[in-house]
């Protein structure tokens, strides 16, 4: 099991994480492969700049208030 998985957490917060782990994230860098769109097209609709993981997680300040 991972570590992340024993941590206290938050449900919500765990769930997150795992679809983040698993790549299957409602983010657009993994939504826009089954719009065939070429990765640095997979634009934030907020920023301008790739919606991935890295940006969701650190960069963008729509997700910092969540």
């Known amino acids: 099991m ?3 998985c024993s941590l206290i957490m ?3 917060h ?3 994480l ?5 790549g ?4 657009r ?3 826009g492969r089954y719009e065939n769109l ?4 997979r634009i934030c609709p907020f920023c301008d700049c790739v ?3 890295m940006h969701v997680l650190l960069y963008c300040n729509l997700y910092a208030d969540v």
């Open 2 to 4: 991972e570590k992340y």
């Open 51 to 53: 919606e991935d993981a």
């Open 10 to 12: 938050s449900p919500k």
């Open 38 to 41: 070429k990765e640095n097209e």
């Open 24 to 27: 299957v994230a409602p983010i």
């Open 14 to 16: 765990r769930s997150a």
């Open 29 to 31: 860098i993994e939504t």
């Open 18 to 22: 795992s679809k983040f782990r698993c």
